[in-house]
């Protein structure tokens, strides 16, 4: 029986204009309802989510967030975070010199802020995604006083794809390098991945993977979507994902998230 129902945000929850659909929030009442938990899943930081976790008041029971692709895990109802892995300023400082040096820009968090190198449209598309401010930072390095989940090197569409398996084979021992959308390339520190957060979290509930529904469109859903009983891609997700997948579901711009709950957890005729 499904007990977690842990989705991605961006271009599976939301539909493209970046809003949640009717039908997705009746279904997730639903769930509620039946004390199935409702659990986002996202490469974006806790801060970035919450107002998601507030419209649809994800919080009003025993609920947990999955933020940085994983690096923390969070109980939205007493604020405890069951696990955190962040990387240190030393080794942000050293991303930032790994993304000069292959041409691309990069970002991180900073003080609950966007910090990049430069300005440019990516790094703007992140500060509009996780409504927070965007600081430019020329000697970006000098600006880095505290660790952070993770940073997002920033690269066109026609080459991210090469410099993701570029720096998979040169970092791979020691960090996570996944991309989230096409032109960002995130990184965290090794281990970190939204499936091994969701085997630890299954782990403290006493649930197992069967006991999970997880759904994704991008790369960085991997890991959860091979982890989980039943793994769901939404029909716009990268075709990768859609192999991995148990099944796939409409697209989220047709109420995806909303069908695959409804045809698998709440036993409904659609």
Avoid: W
Wanted: charged residues 30%; contains cysteine; proline residues 2%.
């Amino acid at each position: 029986m499904i007990k977690l129902v842990v989705t991605d945000i961006d271009d599976t929850l939301l539909n493209s204009d970046r809003e949640i659909s009717k039908k997705n929030r009746e279904v997730i009442e639903e769930c509620k309802k039946q004390d199935i938990k409702v659990i986002l899943a996202s490469g974006r930081p806790d801060f970035g989510m919450m107002s998601i976790v507030e419209d649809l008041q994800l919080d009003s029971y025993d609920n947990y967030l999955l933020s940085f692709n994983g690096a923390r895990i969070a109980n939205l109802k007493t604020n405890e975070v069951i696990y955190e892995k962040f990387l240190s300023p030393e080794r942000i400082k050293f991303l930032i010199d790994v993304a000069l040096e292959n041409d691309c820009d990069i970002l991180t968090y900073q003080g609950g802020k966007v910090l990049t190198n430069r300005d440019n449209e990516y790094a703007r598309i992140e500060s509009g995604l996780v409504s927070a401010e965007l600081v430019i930072s020329e000697n970006m390095k000098d600006d880095i006083k505290e660790g952070a989940a993770k940073v997002i090197i920033l690269k066109h569409p026609d080459e991210a794809v090469a410099v993701k398996d570029k720096l998979a084979i040169e970092l791979g021992d020691e960090y996570e390098v996944a991309m989230s959308k096409p032109f960002f390339i995130e990184i965290n520190d090794k281990g970190i991945s939204k499936g091994v957060s969701l085997d630890s979290l299954c782990k403290k509930l006493g649930l197992t993977n069967e006991n999970v529904m997880a759904l994704g469109d991008g790369l960085n859903d991997l890991s959860m979507i091979e982890f989980a009983g039943m793994g769901v891609a939404v029909d716009n997700a990268n075709p990768t994902l859609k192999e991995a997948a148990n099944f796939i579901s409409k697209s989220n711009d047709e109420d995806g998230f909303a069908y695959a709950i409804e045809k698998f957890v709440l036993g409904k005729d659609v």
